[in-house]
Nanobody, 119 residues
Framework: QVQLVESGGGLVQAGGSLRLSCAAS?????NGWFRQAPGKEREFVAA?????FYADSVKGRFSISRDNAKNTVYLQMNSLKPEDTAVYYC??????????????????WGQGTQVTVSS
């Protein structure tokens, strides 16, 4: 079992920055961030394995990183836009080689943290 605890969400003006953190109870192979806006499906944002992956909508603005010593994954979000407003979820898998953009490939999920970007 893996427990994931997210932190760092909040309210920010457009153009601002936030950093989300996801602390895991143990080391995992693959880590991802997803988001879900009201009335929309949950969507892939970014993932890290031995390399990083990004959704086109956040490429160049968001950066995912992982501190293996702390079992913590970060999502640095810069140049935020109102359309980035959503509940952000971190996800983890103990299995290597997953499709990092696929929700069903992750076994463990955090509780979600709200990010609101005002215009």
């Amino acid at each position: 079992q893996v427990q994931l605890v997210e932190s760092g969400g909040g309210l920010v003006q457009a153009g601002g920055s936030l950093r989300l953190s996801c602390a895991a109870s143990r080391r995992t192979s693959s880590n991802g961030w997803f988001r879900q806006a009201p009335g929309k499906e949950r969507e892939f944002v970014a993932a890290v394995t031995w390399t990083t992956f990004y959704a086109d909508s956040v490429k160049g603005r968001f950066s995912i990183s992982r501190d293996n010593a702390k079992n913590t994954v970060y999502l640095q979000m810069n140049s935020l836009k109102p359309e980035d407003t959503a509940v952000y979820y971190c996800a983890a898998s103990l299995t290597a080689g997953i499709d990092t953009r696929r929700i069903d490939d992750y076994n463990y999920w955090g509780q979600g943290t709200q990010v609101t970007v005002s215009s």
